[in-house]
């Protein structure tokens, strides 16, 4: 089971990137699937989520307007694209998958960095 994340980079503030989370060795189409971030000496953040059939989306406030996650079931991936990139953006992106209720079952990604700056 895994999550590998990349797109990430150095880019100019203003600027976009798009990350890609791609699964292999379990199906992500029913697990919902979220992207966090964790900026040097703070604590990870959710930065947005979309649910297992990509019909339901939700993001921080901070990002809102600025970034849009999707998903492709059919390609086991599921995406970051940033727009409209702020310094404050700048940290490790992590990719985050999860079912279940009562029992979870989740996997992290190893994380992507993303800078921002000019």
Known sequence: ?????????????????RLSCAASGFTTSSYAMSWYRQAPGKERELVATISSAGGSTNYADSV??????ARDNAKNTVYLQ???????D???????????????????GQGTQVTVSS
């Open 64 to 69: 809102k307007g600025r970034f849009t996650i």
């Open 1 to 17: 089971v895994q999550l590998v994340e990349s797109g990430g980079g150095l880019v100019q503030p203003g600027g976009s990137l």
């Open 82 to 88: 940033m727009n409209s990139l702020k310094p404050d």
């Open 90 to 108: 700048t940290a490790v992106y992590y990719c985050y998958a999860v079912r279940g209720a009562t029992v979870k079952y989740a996997y992290w």
